[in-house]
């Protein structure tokens, strides 16, 4: 006689539950959760997803469930698109709630486009956006290779700006472009050259911009790199912060020419890898310092915050090859980080916290929850 017995049901899996090398690359914070951008290097034909938490806390330790209301087990996998694209790369979250996600698409290994999705607060896609995708083609010069997008800015209205950071041939240089588009997905005629912002830190050698943040009002602040044999800096690079206005012209209101510098270098290489703006105008650029993290705070007009830290910076000496990737606030005002931190061999990833106006180093713990030992700072630069 057959069994009437039911068939056991499947079990559902989040996306990404077979993949190898998941990096989480970014993330931002809601009112009550945190959205995070995850990586897989061999999972197809899903290299990315968004997950939520609904409540975020870095000084928890273990592991912290997903939100099962949004997408599938808390988690939403990528928007197909007509290219090979690699979307993944950075996010912004709006006011409302929604969030934008933006990467690279390409034919083959030719990945020279931007690609956006944007989702609603619930996770689902946005249709007022483009066709759920937009995929342009910036106009770089004639070859320029490796393009990334670096950093994602939602503004209260609904519209994107994206920045990314391109090569020459032979990556002898490396520029930043910054591109804006309208709430619909089109990109805005008024800003720059037909939407976009090429080589956007002029001058240097190296210019990268590595995140992005809107202000309010429309200004863009970004945070990076920008390196020049020919200054008393030397040959490292210097931990940067600039202010573009809304049209996307450097701001010169901000530290006399729309560019700030952390001067780092009895440290070693600088770099600003995260930004934030804070309700009163204030800025917040997280990265390096030679091996260590580095945390800063500008005021409105570029100047370092003497408030905060030391000489407007906070250091810390953790293990080799540290350095702070993603950074946001909470609802309480304390500062959440995430980057990595280890040897040659080994890059596990870190989460930090720290109080909104540090005098100390910020608590570390690994991305596992499990607390990790805490060394001096680094020397101050004079």
């Given amino acids: 006689?057959?069994?009437?017995?039911?068939?056991?049901?499947?079990?559902?899996?989040?996306?990404?539950?077979?993949?190898?090398?998941i990096d989480t690359r970014d993330f931002a914070i809601d009112g009550d959760g945190v959205h995070w951008i995850r990586t897989a290097r061999r999972a197809r034909p899903?290299?990315?997803?968004?997950?939520?938490?609904?409540?975020?806390?870095?000084?928890?330790?273990?592991?912290q469930s997903l939100d099962?209301?949004?997408?599938?087990?808390?988690?939403?996998?990528?928007?197909?698109?007509?290219?090979?694209?690699?979307?993944?790369?950075?996010?912004?979250?709006?006011?409302?709630?929604?969030?934008?996600?933006?990467?690279?698409?390409?034919?083959?290994?030719?990945?020279?486009?931007?690609?956006?999705?944007?989702?609603?607060?619930?996770?689902?896609?946005?249709?007022?956006?483009?066709?759920?995708?937009?995929?342009?083609?910036?106009?770089?010069?004639?070859?320029?290779?490796?393009?990334?997008?670096?950093?994602?800015?939602?503004?209260?209205?609904?519209?994107?700006?994206v920045a990314a950071t391109y090569a020459d041939q032979g990556f002898k240089t490396t520029r930043s472009l910054l591109a804006r588009f309208d709430a619909s997905g089109h990109l805005d005629p008024g800003f720059g050259s037909g939407g976009y912002v090429l080589d956007a830190l002029p001058g240097q050698s190296v210019r990268t911009i590595d995140d992005i943040a809107v202000q309010p009002d429309g200004a863009i602040v970004a945070g990076g790199e920008t390196n020049d044999t020919d200054t008393s800096f030397g040959d490292a690079g210097r931990f940067t912060v600039a202010r573009f206005t809304p049209a996307g012209s450097l701001d010169p209101s901000f530290a006399g020419d729309g560019i700030a510098m952390l001067d780092t270098a009895s440290l070693g290489r600088g770099h600003a890898d995260a930004v934030r703006v804070l309700g009163d105008g204030r800025i917040l650029a997280a990265g390096g310092a030679g091996q260590g993290f580095a945390l800063a705070r500008f005021a409105v007009d570029g100047t370092p915050d003497p408030a905060f830290g030391t000489g407007g910076a906070v250091y810390d000496s953790p293990p080799a090859d540290a350095a702070i990737t993603a950074l946001d606030l909470t609802p309480d005002g304390h500062i959440v980080m995430a980057g990595s931190g280890g040897t040659a061999f080994a890059q596990p990833e870190l989460a930090l916290r720290c109080a909104s106006a540090p005098t100390a180093s910020p608590t570390r713990r690994s991305a596992a929850g499990a607390s990790c030992s805490t060394r001096s700072p680094a020397p101050r630069p004079g």
């Fill in 46 to 63: 899903n290299p990315w997803l968004l997950s939520r938490q609904p409540v975020f806390d870095a000084t928890t330790p273990g592991p």
């Fill in 68 to 161: 099962p209301r949004y997408g599938r087990c808390g988690s939403i996998a990528p928007v197909a698109t007509t290219f090979r694209s690699s979307i993944g790369q950075a996010l912004g979250r709006g006011a409302d709630g929604s969030v934008a996600v933006a990467g690279v698409a390409g034919v083959a290994f030719n990945a020279d486009r931007l690609a956006v999705v944007k989702l609603t607060a619930a996770g689902a896609s946005d249709p007022t956006w483009g066709d759920h995708a937009v995929v342009v083609k910036p106009p770089l010069p004639a070859g320029s290779q490796g393009l990334v997008v670096e950093g994602v800015g939602v503004e209260p209205g609904g519209a994107v700006v």
């Fill in 1 to 21: 006689m057959r069994s009437t017995r039911s068939p056991r049901p499947r079990a559902t899996r989040p996306p990404l539950a077979n993949a190898k090398g």
